[in-house]
């Protein structure tokens, strides 16, 4: 049997979910040879950025008891549920640049780390003797009642570096070196890259193809890490069990107070 959508409709009226976040950054950067007064021609930029992101959601939904055709439910249920997360993301990084006759060079230096965090708190209540939304809250409910919540997190702490090099603006080279700490492995990793570039539009053979505007030519090699694992992964967790316990309290394995597994 199907639900009327009108009763259904009516019945979680009341019913929300509400999600506000919050995004914000803010920078600052600087040229210091150009503040000095030095070094005219040369760029040696410093750069600091922080990053936020915060969101909350809330979560309300009752359902009432009802009969509808087929449908013959007794007991309401009242669920409420609650998340905040965390991001902040904040990257340094230093450039120096100089362009010298037909060569050109760039190198990037750079240090960024994020922080994400979370938790969750979950509250379910039945019995409720008034449906009424002024009245269904958890301390309100006659029947069972259950809670669970949890929490959890990660950082990453990168530092990279760039190498760029130009010739008359038509052969590029590019290397990067990154090393990623992830606080879901135990261990650290090295990426590498390089590329190399070829704008074949500028060479003197191609002035007079006029159907296109610009040709380049690029080839590149990297290696790239993945961090998609569950947060603590590294860690061995421990839970107490009183009808099979391995280790006691006291790490003897001859007490008869609960232990763990």
Do not use: C
């Not at 087929?70 to 007991?75: E, H, L, R, V």
């Not at 421990?238 to 309290?249: A, L, Q, R, V």
Request: proline share 1%.
């Amino acid at each position: 049997d199907v639900r009327n959508n009108v009763s259904l409709l009516d019945k979680n009226k009341d019913n929300t979910n509400r999600i506000n976040r919050i995004l914000g950054n803010v920078f600052a950067e600087m040229d210091l040879f150009e503040t000095i007064g030095i070094f005219e021609g040369h760029q040696l930029k410093v750069r600091t950025s922080y990053g936020l992101e915060h969101s909350d959601n809330y979560a309300r939904g009752f359902q009432a008891s009802f009969q509808e055709g087929d449908f013959d439910i007794q007991n309401n249920f009242l669920g409420n549920f609650y998340n905040r997360g965390r991001t902040i993301t904040w990257t340094n990084t230093l450039s120096y640049d100089h362009n010298f006759g037909k060569h050109g060079v760039g190198l990037n230096l750079g240090y960024e780390t994020v922080d994400n965090e979370s938790e969750f708190l979950r509250a379910e209540n039945t019995g409720f003797l008034i449906e009424d939304v002024d009245f269904t809250f958890q301390s309100a409910a006659s029947g069972d009642a259950r809670t669970a919540g949890g929490g959890t997190g990660n950082a990453l702490r990168s530092v990279f570096g760039r190498l760029n090099y130009n010739f008359d603006d038509k052969y590029l080279l590019s290397g990067i070196m990154r090393r990623d700490e992830t606080s879901r492995f135990s261990d650290i990793g090295y990426f590498p890259s390089v590329s190399l570039g070829w704008v074949i539009s500028k060479e003197p053979f191609f002035e007079n193809i006029g159907a296109i505007d610009q040709l380049k030519l690029r080839g590149s090699w990297g290696q790239l890490g993945n961090q998609t694992a569950g947060d603590f992964t590294q860690l061995s967790l421990f839970g107490s069990d009183p009808n099979s316990s391995d280790y006691d309290i006291a790490s003897t394995n001859t007490g008869v107070e609960q232990g763990f597994i």
